[in-house]
């Protein structure tokens, strides 16, 4: 009989990765969308009739309910969140209610509906924040620097709550940054890739960033949403850091993407703090003994295999938009 999941967020980087993982596992994958908005299918454009949609939002506790009900998952991954961390300084009331209080409601759903289910929450690097050690592993205090990396922590933690108030198996992946092409274009990561990519064909002159000494732990998604099912799969359910153990500066990341395509970063690159965050958070770096050795997980792209990926298939976009634009002047 096959497994069942229902995932929140499908259409964003990771729920689409995890589609993707979930399907070649033969389960029944159930997407949540919202009933008053046009999603955007672009990354689950190929795989989007395989999809099961249900409608409901993570703020109305009784389309959760609903959802849960419909689909009878067998696993719940909720990953939709309000996840950009800059927007979530002039929406913080907003990013409260998605990313924090939508955990409730969607865990809420799950005890009325199938208790049994297994859980798992996407908890993030931003909860860290000001570090007080390096490496951050699971049992690293956290001091979120932005009102998502505050919202990010009372999801991880109301998480613990319902797995030790009600025996339910929940788990909290506290993921490091992770990105793909499928990236949205407000992180850093898109930025400089589909950045250097318009400089390259000519279709911009210059790239505004803000701090380059900022230092990340940079994976790719589609070997992190692996981990996610590893968790769901384990005997006793546990929070887990999911990282590449390696750090990284901004700079290294401009240095590789523009050397990918023959170009110097220093010559395009123009510093502005517009880019700046209030609160800076300096350096992020995991350590993620604890999943490789009770998971079993392994990293298969290494980060400057992801950031050369990432920039040949924004030139095959960008150069889309060319031949697009050619084509209508034509006409």
């Not at 274009?185 to 950045?195: A, I, M, W």
Request: proline share 4%; charged share 25%; glycine share 6%.
């Amino acid at each position: 009989m096959k497994k069942r999941a229902l995932i929140t967020g499908v259409t964003g980087q990771d729920g689409s990765y995890l589609a993707e993982f979930l399907l070649e596992k033969n389960y029944e994958v159930y997407g949540l969308r919202r009933r008053t908005s046009t999603p955007n299918y672009e990354n689950v454009e190929h795989i989007k009739d395989r999809i099961k949609w249900i409608s409901g939002d993570l703020t109305d506790l009784a389309s959760l309910i609903e959802a849960v009900r419909t689909s009878n998952p067998d696993e719940v991954y909720n990953l939709a969140a309000q996840s950009f961390v800059a927007a979530s300084w002039p929406q913080p009331l907003l990013t409260g209610h998605i990313t924090a209080l939508s955990v409730t409601n969607m865990l809420e759903a799950v005890r009325i509906v199938k208790p049994t289910v297994r859980f798992y929450q996407a908890s993030s690097s931003e909860m860290f924040g000001k570090v007080v050690e390096t490496p951050q592993k699971e049992t690293t205090p956290f001091y979120p620097r932005s009102p998502y990396g505050v919202a990010k922590v009372y999801g991880h933690w109301i998480t613990v709550n319902y797995r030790e108030s009600f025996n339910m198996f929940a788990c909290s992946g506290i993921l490091f940054n992770h990105e793909s092409p499928r990236r949205g274009l407000e992180f850093v990561t898109r930025k400089v890739t589909d950045g250097v990519a318009r400089i390259k064909l000519g279709l911009q002159n210059e790239l505004r960033m803000g701090n380059l000494d900022s230092l990340r732990d940079w994976g790719f998604a589609g070997d992190y949403v692996k981990a996610m099912w590893l968790m769901l799969q384990q005997d006793e359910a546990d929070d887990y850091v999911i990282s590449t153990g390696e750090m990284h500066s901004v700079r290294e990341l401009l240095e590789v993407a523009f050397n990918h395509v023959g170009l110097n970063y220093e010559d395009y690159v123009v510093i502005d703090p517009e880019f700046t965050r209030p609160a800076e958070v300096d350096l992020l770096l995991g350590d993620c003994s604890k999943a490789k050795e009770k998971l079993g997980w392994k990293l298969d792209v290494g980060f400057k295999q992801l950031i050369e990926m990432m920039v040949d298939e924004d030139m095959k976009k960008v150069n889309k938009i060319i031949q697009l634009s050619n084509m209508e002047v034509r006409v």
